[in-house]
């Protein structure tokens, strides 16, 4: 291994395990499409000669084949959410659940046998140390965004504006990604009903599809507004205009779920050049991120109030707010980089290889 280079290594070499990354739609299709993937995953791995093993927690039976494969060398296991946590929130299952005690127990025995847990957040480390894993068993790597490839467009040049048919002259509030049960879009939907008479130049945007889509689409129906545009999905080589398209941008979760997830859209976001308006967890870590960066405000779940004044001090003072979004740019450049999160990730497995736990 080495530094991140700037080209790939000439060392480097990468097999592709199964289909499409397309996923099934149901519960059980999408549980035994991810069950098929993670067994050819490891098998693959398996026969693969390795110093260490780096293995990513989605999909997510993924974290068997890492307990799995402990028993030939180490394992590094990137936790991007905790599993069951996330399968619990988005289908409103319980504790009492047998399927969950089931994964809970298994969960417990993939925290055990691997050699090292590495945590997207602060906060996911703290729900693991509460659960019983060792401190020094966890380190933390936020995920990293490419700032290469989404970058700050300017209103004028972005080939969104002509696309959606928006006038460049509005100040657009941007919600863009799932649009799924972990999500509070009805927050932002309540945030636009309070500014569409106060504040008619600022236009609400949402591009995404997700589980809580035909919900939003109902919602949208009974009681329409002028200041609400919804959009569907844009192709992943479009990140750049979907990003840079609001003059803020918004990230939108349920209580808790800060626990287990790090919604890394607020990477995308801040990459892009925009301030941010996170509706989290007001202890989560992101919130500190944010604060000490001066890149954005983070409000509490559900709280329509808040960040409707939030949006409309920004509307009143767009100095201010690009300031903030060139701010959140120069935090993405120096701290959160794909070059950066793979030297930390080349310090992690070379100390794992040299002590061997």
């Known amino acids: 291994m080495s530094k991140c280079d700037e080209q790939p290594s000439a060392h480097l070499r990468i097999?592709?395990?199964?289909?499409?990354?397309?996923?099934?739609?149901?519960?059980?299709?999408?549980?035994?499409?991810?069950?098929?993937?993670s067994v050819l995953l490891y098998q693959a791995a398996k026969k693969t000669n390795a110093d260490v093993y780096l293995i990513v927690s989605t999909p997510p039976f993924l974290g068997?084949?890492?307990?799995?494969?402990?028993k030939k060398k180490p394992v590094a296991y990137k936790l991007q959410d905790i599993f069951p946590d996330s399968l619990i929130h988005s289908k409103n299952l319980t504790e009492r659940n047998l399927l969950i005690r089931i994964l809970r127990k298994l969960e417990r025995w993939v925290y055990r046998r691997v050699t090292r847990i590495i945590a997207s957040s602060e906060d996911m480390k703290g729900t693991l140390i509460a659960r019983g894993v060792p401190d020094d068993k966890i380190?933390?790597?936020?995920?990293?965004?490419?700032?290469?490839?989404?970058?700050?467009?300017?209103?004028?040049?972005?080939?969104?504006?002509?696309?959606?048919?928006?006038?460049?002259?509005n100040f657009h509030v941007c919600y863009a990604g799932n649009i799924g049960f972990l999500q509070n879009i009805e927050t932002i939907v309540r945030a636009a009903e309070l500014l569409e008479k106060k504040a008619p130049d600022i236009q609400f945007l949402i591009i995404g599809e997700g589980a809580w889509k035909p919900q939003l689409d109902e919602l949208l129906a009974k009681t329409p507004h002028q200041n609400i545009h919804c959009?569907?999905?844009?192709?992943?080589?479009?990140?750049?205009?979907v990003y840079s398209l609001g003059d803020v941008g918004l990230v939108s979760l349920k209580p808790d779920i800060t626990r287990f997830a790090l919604p890394s859209k607020t990477w995308d976001i801040l990459s892009a050049g925009r301030p941010v308006i996170c509706e989290i967890d007001l202890y989560s870590c992101l919130r500190r991120v944010i604060e000490e960066n001066r890149c954005g405000y983070a409000v509490a779940p559900g709280d329509a109030e808040t960040m409707a004044a939030r949006i409309l001090d920004l509307y009143e003072h767009w100095d201010e707010a690009r300031a903030m979004g060139q701010r959140g740019r120069v935090c993405i450049e120096k701290h959160l980089t794909r070059r950066i999160a793979a030297d930390q990730y080349d310090d992690q497995l070379r100390e794992i290889i040299h002590k061997g736990v």
């Open 15 to 37: 097999m592709r395990i199964g289909g499409s990354g397309k996923y099934h739609q149901g519960l059980l299709a999408r549980a035994v499409g991810f069950l098929q993937k």
């Open 64 to 70: 068997y084949a890492a307990a799995l494969l402990s």
């Open 139 to 169: 380190s933390v790597i936020y995920d990293w965004i490419d700032e290469q490839k989404c970058y700050p467009i300017a209103k004028t040049e972005n080939p969104l504006i002509q696309k959606f048919q928006l006038s460049p002259d």
């Open 231 to 241: 959009f569907p999905m844009q192709p992943v080589n479009e990140i750049a205009a």
